[in-house]
């Protein structure tokens, strides 16, 4: 029968502190990656007295040690862009009367921004309906009111 050796209780020590020490870095990397697919997500909304109207803002912030991934900086700059292009359609193409309102999802995957209402361009009532998706969760929804 060949013989047992008897690790000695340092040793033993060692590799329970170098396995819980692993186990603990995974862990921090685990959620620092996900973290890094997923950044914190706001959208704030405010409402104006003087016209009937909600102008939506989206923020970001990284929360991982290695910032944000490229593919959500994209995400969110896109869905910016489209709604830069929806505000300065109505802002600045649209005449008085005028109405924009923005409605807000969001579930595990996405969150859709629909931004509804109607303007008049060149004497014309023209009808707004836009759906912004961003496939990211928002983490803070906020509506300011005044």
């Not at 047992?4 to 502190?17: D, G």
């Given at each position: 029968?060949?013989?047992?050796?008897?690790?000695?209780?340092?040793?033993?020590?060692?590799?329970?502190?170098?396995?819980?020490?692993?186990?603990?870095?995974?862990?921090?990397?685990?959620?620092?990656?996900?973290?890094?697919?997923?950044?914190?997500?706001?959208?704030?909304?405010?409402?104006?007295?003087?016209?009937?109207?909600?102008?939506?803002?989206?923020a970001?912030?990284?929360?991982?040690?290695?910032?944000?991934?490229?593919?959500?900086?994209?995400?969110?700059?896109?869905?910016?862009?489209?709604?830069?292009?929806?505000?300065?359609?109505?802002?600045?193409?649209?005449?008085?009367?005028?109405?924009?309102k923005?409605?807000?999802?969001?579930?595990?995957?996405?969150?859709?921004?629909?931004?509804?209402?109607?303007?008049?361009?060149?004497g014309?009532?023209e009808?707004?309906?836009?759906?912004?998706?961003?496939?990211?969760?928002?983490?803070?929804?906020?509506?300011?009111?005044?």
């Amino acid at each position: 029968m060949p013989k047992r050796r008897n690790m000695s209780n340092s040793k033993r020590m060692a590799i329970i502190l170098i396995s819980f020490v692993m186990c603990i870095a995974v862990g921090f990397l685990s959620v620092q990656l996900y973290f890094y697919y997923n950044p914190e997500l706001d959208i704030h909304i405010s409402s104006s007295t003087k016209e009937d109207m909600d102008i939506p803002m989206i923020a970001y912030n990284q929360r991982s040690i290695f910032g944000i991934s490229e593919k959500a900086e994209r995400e969110i700059m896109d869905a910016g862009n489209e709604l830069r292009e929806v505000l300065e359609d109505v802002k600045l193409k649209m005449e008085v009367p005028r109405s924009l309102k923005a409605e807000i999802e969001s579930d595990k995957r996405q969150t859709i921004l629909t931004m509804s209402g109607y303007g008049t361009k060149n004497g014309k009532k023209e009808d707004i309906n836009k759906q912004i998706v961003i496939n990211l969760k928002a983490t803070e929804i906020v509506r300011e009111t005044p």
